[in-house]
């Protein structure tokens, strides 16, 4: 799983000892014994990889330091243990992803590389491909059917931050530009933090509860489908079952099984036909609201809390340096998304960031001195 700027044997044996670390990690944490296992099978592949590049360093005459996860790994470990191993999931699937395209090209790595790719696919698709299949609820986990708290939402959660961060900091650069007094920046600037914050919350939850009475609904029309319609019903997840590896016998076992009990098929059809958790359905939109409204103050808050206490060119330089701090942890966190390495991507957030907060104080600057004059 080493990222696209590593290149020698000792980093990709690090790089491999880190998936070691992690795949582990996902296994303790998961809940589901089935999935369980496969985390420790992956652990275990990837425990050969780095055995390989471990024989080709010391063939070099090279030596082995002691292995420490790196800060990234650490990171995706304490989350899934938080939040559970579907939180980290798709940024793992994108760190294998990555690391198949390292090998490429890199002596000794040819049979690494088709693995790598294999753990990628197996990451994003596993139901397809374990023999014997899963059931209901871990088929859909394992296709990422309902990750509400999972890597998209942590996504959603770093972008909220951010615009949080850049739109204030935007804003704030633009009334000080304009020379307005102390008092006006920090008003606007609590303005902007209330009025984005708000509109965010506002629009997540009406999208999380739009989607709630859409799922709501689709799940009504299932349960009038089961009982009108019991066998075409059970004939629909066994061909689900059976697309996805499982053989014709034993995939319609399990659909025979499943349709005895019609709460247990309506979740199982929720679950395989419709791609709906029906215990979350989608999750709570107050809790959506109220982590979107969060999530942006914080962001936006960082470039108004100079103002409290200084004023004039010196509040404008602190707003500055605060929201380079935050754009660049931003940028950091990221990387857990993208592998890509922390210097890179934080740089690149901060460079967008105070690119926009130049624009608008120019503007400011121009609007103020206009009015002036």
């Known amino acids: 799983m080493a990222s696209a700027t590593e290149s020698t044997p000792l980093d990709y044996w690090q790089d491999e000892m880190n998936s070691v670390a992690l795949y582990e990690a996902l296994a303790a944490a998961e809940k589901n014994p089935k999935l369980a296992e496969l985390y420790r099978r992956l652990a275990a592949a990837e425990r050969g990889h780095a055995a390989t590049w471990a024989e080709q360093i010391r063939a070099e005459g090279g030596a082995l330091p002691a292995f420490r996860p790196a800060w990234r790994t650490r990171a995706l470990i304490w989350l899934a243990g938080r939040f559970g191993p579907e939180v980290v999931l798709p940024s793992v699937t994108a760190m294998e992803t990555n690391g198949s395209r390292s090998y490429a090209g890199q002596p000794g790595a040819q049979a690494l590389t088709a693995a790598e790719r294999s753990h990628a696919r197996l990451l994003g698709q596993l139901a397809r491909t374990t023999p014997g ?8 986990q394992l296709e990422g059917r309902h990750r509400t708290a999972g890597g998209n939402a942590l996504r959603a959660a770093v972008l909220g931050a951010n615009d949080g961060l850049v739109s204030n ?58 009982a009108a319609a019991p066998e075409e019903e059970a ?14 016998a034993q995939a ?14 309506l979740a199982a059809l929720a679950r395989d036909e419709l791609g709906i958790d029906p215990e979350e359905l989608g999750g709570s939109a107050w ?25 004039g060119l010196t509040a404008v330089i602190a707003s500055a340096l605060f929201s380079t701090i935050g754009l660049f942890a931003i940028g950091a966190v990221i ?20 690119a926009a907060a130049a624009v608008t104080y120019g503007i400011g600057r121009l609007i103020g001195v206009s009015l002036a004059g």
């Open 335 to 354: 990387t857990l998304f993208t592998g890509r390495p922390v210097w890179w991507s934080g740089a690149r957030q901060v460079l967008f960031g105070l």
């Open 235 to 248: 004939e629909e997840l066994a061909l689900i079952y059976q697309a996805r590896g499982l053989p014709e």
């Open 169 to 226: 900091l935007s804003l704030v650069m633009g009334v000080a530009g304009a020379e307005l007094s102390n008092a006006s920046i920090l008003v606007t600037g609590l303005a902007g933090l209330l009025a984005g914050a708000i509109s965010m919350a506002l629009g997540e939850w009406i999208s999380v509860q739009s989607s709630r009475e859409l799922y709501e609904k689709q799940i009504k029309t299932e349960q009038a489908e089961i």
């Open 287 to 311: 809790e959506a609201a109220l982590t979107s409204f969060v999530l942006f103050a914080v962001g936006a808050v960082l470039p108004v809390i100079p103002f409290t206490f200084l004023t």
């Open 133 to 140: 299949g899963l059931e209901g609820a871990a088929l859909a």
């Open 252 to 265: 319609r076992d399990l659909a025979r099984r499943l349709m005895a009990d019609r709460g247990t098929a």
